[in-house]
């Protein structure tokens, strides 16, 4: 599949994941929702060289700050940094089964979490530890399934021919 051909499924990816990111959850379970962002961008980086992953980073992470009115460049930043940081092994996880790719992106999302933990502290606006971390557990249980409902997303020929 080229480029031109599965980029709108890229962009409807992320799409629904900014959609996904915003849905209100019960409070019982809201810490251990999903960095659903990161973990869509984390895919096409690690799935597809031709995207552009750091771009859509960028702008997503520049949407999430205002929709959760955060410091602006907080989330673009930490989606940069991983989806870069992805793509630059992208070389040497795709020799490795799904199960050990999602444990070494582990590092990935609790990266994530300490730039955003970090951030918070230098722009002195308090975060509770455990919606931090907590998401990184969740984060590193949902990607192979994600990434296996995605990889087949890509492989349907209906959705070729109407991309």
């Known amino acids: 599949m080229n480029r ?4 709108p499924l890229f962009s409807l990816t992320v799409l629904l994941s900014v959609i996904l990111q915003m849905v209100a959850l019960p409070d019982a379970i809201a810490a251990f929702r999903p960095e659903w962002v990161a973990l869509t961008l984390v895919y096409w980086a690690y799935s597809t060289a031709d995207k552009p992953v750091l771009l859509v980073a960028w702008i997503s992470g520049l949407a999430l700050d205002v929709l959760f009115n955060s410091l602006l460049g907080q989330h673009a930043l930490a989606l940069v940094t991983i989806s870069f940081l992805v793509r630059r092994l992208r070389g040497t996880l795709i020799l490795f089964p799904m199960l050990q790719v999602a ?37 590193t249980l949902v990607f192979p399934l994600a990434a296996l409902l995605m990889d087949r997303l890509r492989a349907q020929p209906k959705l070729r021919r109407l991309t």
């Open 103 to 139: 444990l070494a992106l582990a590092l990935a999302w609790a990266l994530y979490a300490f730039l955003m933990f970090w951030i918070d502290g230098l722009s002195h606006h308090s975060a509770v530890p455990s919606l931090r971390w907590l998401p990184v557990i969740s984060t």
């Open 4 to 7: 031109r051909s599965s980029f």
